[in-house]
């Protein structure tokens, strides 16, 4: 079956810092990949996607991710972190035909000023 | 474009009674998306349908729990017999297509006395 793992439960980083989210996939084909974000009192917003074709997707906000199939990773990426970025991210997998999307646990994101 | 709406947004009920809640997608999107968030997991799917057509359901969505679509627009998830594990935040989803981005509501949070 397919799983999603989010290695980091809570992450800190200082504003203007770059960042790393790590997201690792189990699926037997290429599934879809995405990066969503949640603030407190908010639905998930879409930070980015993967179907196929270049494998460092740009996102919104400054964001971008990078598919790697020999790690089945889908990290996500910022170069400089804003204090408004301090969120819960959650990667997510959803097979070909998009219905059943699997979500990891979750990153912490705090922004440190 | 007022986006995915939910609501209520909070509902406290006692254990063994019934709860419904209600979604409404945004409008001509014909796929909608029940998801459920238990607190520092990601969402869990439970079901979606295609215009009124209930076309999935997870093993998680429990006799208990019924989703209607009735005219292709809106929809409504009623859980019978409330216990407390059933407290949660409960997503409502929607697309255009099934390779379409989910846009997200806020979400119902119930909770299970």
């Known amino acids: 079956a397919q799983s999603v793992t989010q290695p980091d439960i809570h992450i800190t980083v200082s504003e203007g810092a770059s960042l790393e989210l790590r997201c690792n996939y189990s699926y037997g084909a290429t599934p879809y990949l995405f990066w969503y974000v949640q603030s407190p009192g908010q639905g998930l917003q879409l930070l980015l996607k993967?179907?196929?074709?270049?494998?460092l997707v740009q996102g919104i906000k400054g964001f971008e991710a990078e598919f790697k199939r020999s790690q089945s990773s889908f990290n996500l990426r910022k170069p400089s972190v804003h204090w408004s970025d301090a969120a819960e991210y959650f990667c997510?997998?959803?097979?070909?035909?998009?219905?059943?999307?699997?979500f990891g646990a979750g990153t912490r994101l705090t922004v440190k000023p | 474009d007022t986006g995915v709406s939910q609501d209520p947004r909070h509902k406290i009920t006692k254990r063994g009674q019934n709860v419904t809640f209600r979604c409404d997608p945004i409008?001509?999107?014909?796929?909608l998306y029940w998801y459920r968030q238990t607190l520092g997991q990601g969402p869990e799917f439970l079901t979606y349908f295609q215009n009124e057509a209930q076309l999935e359901k997870s093993r998680l969505l429990s006799d208990r729990f019924s989703a209607e679509r009735p005219k292709g627009s809106f929809s409504t998830l009623e859980i019978q017999r409330t216990e407390q594990g059933d407290s949660a935040m409960y997503l409502c989803?929607?697309?255009?297509?099934?390779?379409?981005?989910?846009?997200f509501g806020p979400g119902t949070r119930l909770t299970v006395l």
């Open positions: 993967y179907f196929s074709g270049d494998t």
């Open positions: 997510a997998v959803a097979v070909y035909n998009n219905n059943d999307m699997r």
């Open positions: 409008s001509e999107h014909n796929r």
């Open positions: 989803a929607s697309s255009w297509t099934q390779e379409d981005t989910q846009y």
